[in-house]
């Protein structure tokens, strides 16, 4: 392979920085997740006048230490992959790059608010450590449980869509730009708020008809929201099953070749023979 | 069959307008759809007055475009139906009327708003479309589900709505009209209000004991939405099993072509004749 | 039986009144229950002032219609039952009785408010009505399955109520009167009201302190709501089995003892032997 | 053992105070029960000013015979236990302590409000008298099921809290602080009670933009609760089929003793021993 023709402190770092299964690597990646975390609660107390008011330098000066650990990270791993190109245009080359530059542009037009809030986007980065993580003995019944019912639940909240529209033509329709339903999407707003019992009461219904329409969506939305609910808990047992059928049955009797032993068993419950694991 | 004896190209129109299983039949289905969603968004902008007030000759035009691609839709299902009063009656045939004319009584009348929200019942047309799409290949097994709990999911909500009335008077009683429970079905509304966990605040409980009874009414809500959840759930586990038991079930009789024979059997469970795997 | 030694009109006037088997039993309880939910409908509209005021006279006489309708059922209860007096102290006699005399007392006393509420506990004579269609062929698996779980979501229940405690007094302290956490109980009802996802806004954290802690408590309920479903969903599924069994597995081959035969199996899967039925 | 060395009534003293199994044990759990539930309601009156104005010698005179009452109890722990040390500084021990010492400390430095409320956490020592019930016979399988689910319900928690922080970074520019989104935690605060479905309403989103990307907000949090409570579901399931299983195999080996065999094992899986049913 053409990887150990390259030298040997660039394979070693990219061990380091893209996986996790040396000491070093880890180690990267457990500094990486506390710089990430670090980074996202100074942006967050930047936000908060109070406090940037007090301690402006201090976050200033912790958000360059941070920028510039990023660029580092950046450049190595521009450096250390093997194809450069396709890191800078990935999904995750694209979130390093702009969760690192805001910082940089201020210095050139200075104070761009809206930018500084895109360093939130680091956050993301938690991810591609957390993947990791999954490889790392995590079962992986959840995921193939939420995976295996996805199309299903799209399908169902595309349906509590269409009927929040509808619901909320009808609210419109009854009560009117007077109790706060001032057009359709606003009422359709409502009704997913109703539907899904958030239930904010910015909007409220103040007709007794509107409010006996309320009451209908709420008690559906309260019956519905069983759904969801139902379709994940059932694919989750399936997963569960499937896992343990097949990590119990590997083992098959040789001499009458029964199946489904218990795990530790050493001789075959149908004919007792001995059974070579 | 009669159906061949009429005009081809009525045969063919038909296919394509009541049918998704040819190239043309799914084309006009995925353009309606797209008409039907663009209507829908027409209508909702429409009742936003500060969108209305700046593009009202843009919304104007464009609505006429889709009411009238509607009335050729309408008129022609009406010719290649073979029976058209009955289509005409039909849920469906009155929804696409109700949902096309109200453009043209507001040439007449002018300006009647309640009816042009009545375009919003054109939302009702999705699920036409997305029926044909149910047979395309989407598992029946969640609608199978719901049409299995339904029935006890009914019961619940029965119950839900009888112990509102209940702990609703009794809410009356105890906060009375100066705290916002003015009258019983006012009193009652706050009741599924809360029994659903939404919570608006619109009216809330202010003496002592209105709010331990109204702790009481939340946690109540919150153990019983188990129930729902259990139902669907099991139902959703007991189809899945179904379909996986009718799938595995491979073996059907050489004798007698009875087929869901139990996974070991070794007879035919109808015949006696022996099973061969 | 000592039953039959009662005069005849009696018997049959009991078998009305208290069973649901015969047709004059079934329209007896229909009427019934029509009346019960008119008279709920009556003292829910008789609150609303502006109803009261305009319809005060029909209201009022339908009112004692009811009331002479539910007198002449009570009295007739009395004589057909055997043991009069177990009747008038149990829980439905009770029950009945004090949903009677409300408009009597009204004719002495003269307009007590509170009393006239007492009228809505007609409402809990609907059960009476519906626990006999529960014999009339809906399944028991739900009734069953909440029955199993109830214990255990009563232990989860007095959890949340213990949990809502500490957490409130928390609040409290980090809140303050300022905030409108005026007092321990009033903490813990918030606490509830956030724990159980209803969240009515009436009183909410503004210190960012408690709003970290309010955080950590919808998080909770939003993780734990899970607990009461799960035990739900899965006595429900159990139920279902149970029921599954026990109706397939009546059949056992005569000849290898075989179980576990097909519904519609006519010979055993295991050695081909006739099955009998 | 050394147990048997100490007096006897120092003996007897610690199985009343720390076991359950003799009468004299579960009389001292119920008292104390009481007294604890007793002691909580004193410190939740006491800060409802308008009670404590009316009823403060009452409460002052309740509180002192609580504290002694604990006192003693404490007392008594520490003599009877065999490591006191060991108990003192336990959890269980600081909490006794804590939950006694504030009124003594009322006595030199007087009231100090914070200290008062300490006392609440009185309530923390209900769950050593309730783990004692869990011994007296109650299923292990739910505690079981959220075992077996925590690690998944904390992964589940804390997407749930990174999707927060992302959603409400967003929401913090799309909104901005003239619509109460002020900062960027406050916002991440909002989303947590949108996602969660608890709707406090004392901030909401004004903006189209933010209204439809709240509206996403409030389906993802309806959708996702699906998560946990499947999970829990399973899970329990799983328990449920656990215990049932280990019930149904009541054989054991003759020969090595061996349990845990299949329901139709005919030979030991341990040792091959022919099993005996």
Same mark, same amino acid.
């Given at each position: 392979m053409s990887r150990y023709s390259r030298n040997k402190w660039r394979l070693k770092l990219q061990k380091i920085i893209y996986e996790a299964d040396t000491p070093a690597?880890? *180690? !990267?990646? #457990?500094?990486?997740?506390?710089? +990430? %975390?670090?980074? &996202?609660?100074?942006?967050?107390?930047?936000?908060? =006048?109070?406090?940037?008011?007090k301690f402006h330098t201090f976050l200033n000066i912790s958000e360059w230490v941070i920028t510039i650990l990023f660029s580092i990270e950046y450049i190595l791993r521009i450096i250390t992959v093997r194809r450069p190109l396709k890191y800078v245009f990935s999904f995750y080359g694209v979130i390093d790059l702009l969760s690192t530059i805001p910082k940089y542009i201020s210095l050139i037009v200075g104070g761009v608010h809206a930018l500084a809030a895109l360093r939130a986007l680091r956050l993301l980065r938690v991810f591609r450590i957390l993947?990791?993580?999954?490889?790392?003995?995590?079962?992986?019944?959840l995921m193939n449980a939420i995976?295996?019912?996805?199309?299903?639940?799209?399908?169902? *909240? !595309?349906? #509590?869509?269409?009927?929040?529209? +509808? %619901?909320?033509? &009808?609210?419109?329709?009854?009560?009117?730009?007077? =109790?706060?339903?001032?057009n359709i999407p606003r009422s359709v707003y409502w009704c997913?708020?109703?539907?899904?019992?958030?239930g904010f009461g910015d909007i409220a219904p103040q007709t007794p008809l509107g409010q006996l329409i309320a009451s209908l969506v709420m008690i559906l939305g309260y019956g519905i929201i069983?759904?969801?609910?139902?379709?994940?808990?059932?694919?989750?047992?399936a997963q569960s099953k499937k896992t343990e059928t097949s990590n119990n049955s590997l083992q098959s009797c040789s001499n009458c070749l029964a199946e489904n032993h218990n795990d530790k068993a050493?001789?075959?419950?149908?004919?007792?023979?001995r059974l070579h694991s």
């Open positions: 690597g880890k *180690l !990267f990646d #457990v500094v990486l997740l506390i710089t +990430i %975390l670090a980074s &996202i609660i100074l942006v967050m107390l930047e936000s908060v =006048n109070s406090i940037d008011r993947k990791l993580a999954r490889y790392l003995g995590a079962s992986n019944n995976k295996a019912s996805r199309a299903k639940i799209a399908v169902f *909240l !595309f349906a #509590v869509i269409i009927i929040s529209i +509808i %619901l909320g033509t &009808i609210m419109y329709l009854v009560e009117g730009e007077a =109790n706060g339903f001032t997913i708020v109703t539907l899904t019992t958030v069983a759904v969801p609910t139902g379709i994940v808990s059932a694919e989750y047992t050493q001789y075959c419950h149908h004919c007792g023979e």
